[in-house]
């Protein structure tokens, strides 16, 4: 295929398409008369040998094709987008942008508040706009980089994206005040034998991985989708949960537990800010990842504080 004998603007009427399936509306909404975007139909029907939209009595539904299209085409128009709002200067304290960033609440927690307070000081203009980590961040990381402007994770579960080191941080176990068996510290028998409360995602693969090789398979009670409800789902019960340091310090004392440090040399974590490479070179970016880096580099150090 010559990308260069295609005409970029049909992915704009595309999307339209194949989103409002409706040749009216779709035209409406990126501005063109209704024979125009039918034209436009007309060359991806022929472009994809299909027809995309097949009516179904009184309105049209995606073919097969269309479907596998409706993702990729979304994808497709956010890198363009993206990649045509590049700049090759920025000012941060007369821009105004939003930034968003996928991330977990741990990583907003320990890190994203900070980095709010500091734009919030630098570049007044500026917004972000934190979103959840979907599940499917390990199996599709090329659409979520290519739909955001960055992805806060710690290595050892994405990788062949361009990365900055942000800080870093240890895993710690988080009891209860007033548990009945762990008195000043766990042993690994303790691990095996005790309920646990997880975080149902994969972000601690490697924290997860290492306990395999211990031999340690925890006893799962309660899975939740927030590090920050572990602490609260451990207070006042037998379980145990594995925490990064800096947000198990954060929480105990809002949450009747206490910090306990693992029967063994856990791995470390090293967080990350992930970008697609259409950003490397935009300034805004830059900037952006320049700014995380600073504030990361002045956190205290997680046995500091």
Do not use: C
């Amino acid at each position: 295929m010559n990308l260069a004998r295609l005409d970029l603007n049909l992915v704009v009427a595309l999307r339209a398409l194949l989103e409002e399936r409706n040749v009216t509306r779709a035209g409406q909404r990126v501005g063109l008369s209704q024979p125009a975007m039918s034209a436009a139909l007309a060359r991806l029907r022929r472009h994809f040998d299909d027809d995309l939209l097949a009516r179904v009595g009184g309105h049209y539904e995606l073919t097969a094709l269309g479907q596998v299209l409706l993702d990729r085409t979304s994808t497709a128009y956010d890198v363009l987008e993206r990649l045509f709002a590049s700049q090759a200067d920025f000012d941060p304290a007369r821009e105004s942008r939003e930034f968003k960033l996928i991330a977990s609440d741990y990583a907003v927690s320990v890190f994203g508040a900070e980095l709010a307070r500091v734009i919030h000081e630098e570049a007044p203009g500026i917004r972000l706009r934190f979103a959840q980590t979907p599940t499917t961040v390990v199996d599709d990381t090329a659409t979520l980089l290519s739909a955001t402007d960055g992805l806060l994770m710690p290595h050892g579960v994405i990788s062949d994206f361009p990365a900055t080191d942000l800080y870093d941080d240890r895993w710690v176990f988080v009891v209860a005040d007033d548990h009945p068996s762990v008195d000043g510290r766990l042993t690994r028998q303790d691990l095996a034998r005790l309920p646990w409360v997880t975080y149902q995602r994969t972000y601690d693969a490697p924290a997860v991985r290492q306990l395999g090789m211990l031999g340690i398979e925890p006893r799962v009670e309660v899975s939740v989708d927030s590090f920050q409800l572990l602490p609260l789902l451990v207070a006042g019960t037998r379980r145990i949960a594995l925490v990064q340091a800096r947000l198990a310090r954060l929480l105990a004392p809002l949450s009747a537990v206490r910090v306990v440090e693992p029967p063994y040399e856990a791995v470390p974590l090293r967080e990350a800010l992930w970008w697609h490479p259409v950003h490397t070179h935009d300034a805004a970016h830059i900037w952006l990842r320049e700014t995380a880096a600073r504030v990361g580099a002045r956190l205290p150090r997680a046995d500091e504080e």
